[in-house]
């Protein structure tokens, strides 16, 4: 008899989880700014749950929990704004964009609780970029980093480009985040000419990687929001990423492509368009499979294992899950212990 085998390997599938984890804190788009006006509200899923999405009289987004604290009414069916408030339906109890219960039109003594804190689950927001920004904590805890500048759509002047897309994934969004570290799926799974080599470096919630020796040069920070730029026939296309977690299983991607704003004409814009089509997919005649098409159909289907088996091809995806386990500040240690 030879050696016993690991019947570990063989069975731990049977176990495996599609997404074993808790929604990511960090920054996340919500929506772009220009689809909600002064005084307007309506209803949007993220983080596993409702919100209610609304914009105040003089232009300020808030995002609450749809639930009144007095006596349960879901404020995204029959509520409104008024002024900076968002007024419950059912008693007109109004709160403001940071929670707090501001008026209650009936009461003499109000519950003390409400001079003491907000009561109403708000998430902090900000416009940035022409997009809507929420922060989500589980705890509820406000935000340890800032959205960073990013020129090319900030910078109206220098930089071009309206292409934008969303693409709904059936996953979490840590496994769309490995796809960044794992280069050996880009030539096997992508078409790539080869496994170009990666380095990756880890500050805080920001996470920078160099594929191909400045080929790609992407930067993560936090879950939400990723800046790949890429170095091409002498010019530099970027492609911004917002990935927004809909729930534990559900991740929509979201991209807008970017590039220095070049002259009709000039050999720089059309390599900048062809850099762009590549990354979206949709160049004639490319032997290489965008994302939209065959990274959904092993996203859509794969289990996570947390032991993996790596080999010395991979990228850093033991390092990428240590950086990325600093967004579950809520888990257990049985729930970290799995992913
Ligand atoms: S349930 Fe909202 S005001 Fe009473
Ligand atoms: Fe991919």
Same mark, same amino acid.
């Given at each position: 008899?030879?050696?016993?085998?690991?019947?570990?390997?063989?069975?731990? %599938?049977?176990?495996?989880?599609?997404?074993?984890?808790?929604?990511?804190?960090?920054?996340?788009?919500?929506?772009?700014?220009?689809?909600?006006?002064?005084?307007?509200?309506?209803?949007?899923?993220?983080?596993?749950? /409702?919100?209610?999405?609304?914009?105040?009289? #003089?232009?300020?987004?808030?995002?609450?929990?749809?639930?009144? $604290?007095?006596?349960?009414?879901?404020?995204?069916?029959?509520?409104?704004?008024?002024?900076?408030?968002?007024?419950?339906?059912?008693?007109?109890?109004?709160?403001?964009?940071?929670?707090?219960?501001?008026?209650?039109?009936?009461?003499?003594? @109000?519950?003390?609780?409400?001079?003491?804190?907000?009561?109403?689950?708000?998430?902090?927001?900000?416009?940035?970029?022409?997009?809507?920004?929420?922060?989500?904590?589980?705890?509820?805890?406000?935000?340890?980093?800032?959205?960073?500048? *990013?020129?090319?759509? /900030?910078?109206?002047?220098?930089?071009?480009? #309206?292409?934008?897309? #969303?693409?709904?994934?059936? @996953?979490?969004?840590?496994?769309?985040?490995?796809?960044?570290?794992?280069?050996?799926?880009?030539?096997?799974?992508?078409?790539? $000419?080869?496994?170009?080599?990666?380095?990756?470096?880890?500050?805080?919630?920001?996470?920078?990687?160099?594929?191909?020796?400045?080929?790609?040069?992407?930067?993560?920070?936090? $879950?939400?929001?990723?800046?790949?730029?890429?170095?091409?026939?002498?010019?530099?296309?970027?492609? *911004?990423?917002? @990935?927004?977690?809909?729930?534990?299983?559900?991740?929509?991607?979201?991209? %807008?492509?970017?590039?220095?704003?070049?002259?009709?004409?000039?050999?720089?814009?059309?390599?900048?368009?062809?850099?762009?089509?590549?990354? *979206?997919?949709?160049?004639?005649?490319?032997? #290489?499979?965008?994302?939209?098409?065959?990274?959904?159909?092993?996203?859509?289907?794969?289990?996570?294992?947390?032991? $993996?088996?790596?080999?010395?091809?991979?990228?850093?995806?033991?390092?990428?899950?240590?950086?990325?386990?600093?967004?579950?500040?809520?888990?257990?240690?049985? @729930?970290?212990?799995?992913?």
């Amino acid at each position: 008899m030879g050696d016993q085998i690991n019947l570990k390997v063989l069975l731990e %599938s049977q176990t495996l989880e599609r997404c074993p984890f808790p929604i990511p804190t960090g920054w996340y788009f919500v929506d772009y700014a220009d689809t909600l006006k002064a005084g307007e509200m309506r209803n949007v899923t993220l983080f596993g749950q /409702e919100w209610v999405l609304f914009r105040t009289e #003089s232009g300020k987004p808030g995002m609450s929990d749809p639930y009144c $604290p007095h006596l349960g009414a879901h404020m995204g069916h029959g509520g409104k704004v008024c002024g900076e408030h968002i007024r419950c339906p059912f008693h007109h109890w109004e709160y403001d964009t940071a929670g707090w219960c501001k008026n209650i039109p009936y009461a003499k003594v @109000t519950p003390p609780i409400v001079k003491k804190q907000a009561i109403l689950r708000t998430l902090p927001m900000v416009e940035k970029y022409g997009m809507m920004w929420a922060w989500y904590h589980p705890l509820c805890e406000a935000p340890s980093f800032e959205l960073p500048y *990013i020129p090319e759509i /900030e910078d109206a002047t220098g930089y071009t480009g #309206s292409r934008r897309g #969303s693409w709904t994934a059936d @996953t979490c969004i840590q496994e769309i985040a490995e796809n960044g570290v794992d280069v050996a799926h880009l030539k096997f799974l992508h078409g790539a $000419p080869g496994i170009p080599p990666v380095s990756a470096s880890y500050d805080g919630p920001v996470m920078k990687l160099d594929i191909g020796q400045g080929y790609i040069v992407g930067t993560a920070y936090g $879950p939400g929001l990723n800046v790949m730029r890429f170095n091409q026939h002498g010019i530099t296309a970027t492609m *911004i990423s917002y @990935t927004q977690p809909i729930s534990a299983e559900q991740s929509r991607m979201n991209m %807008s492509f970017r590039h220095v704003d070049y002259a009709e004409g000039t050999p720089e814009l059309h390599a900048s368009k062809k850099v762009i089509d590549h990354m *979206i997919g949709a160049a004639e005649g490319e032997e #290489s499979a965008g994302f939209e098409s065959v990274d959904f159909i092993v996203w859509n289907n794969k289990k996570y294992r947390p032991n $993996p088996l790596l080999c010395d091809g991979d990228g850093p995806v033991l390092q990428f899950r240590k950086w990325f386990k600093q967004f579950y500040p809520a888990a257990d240690a049985a @729930t970290l212990a799995k992913i």
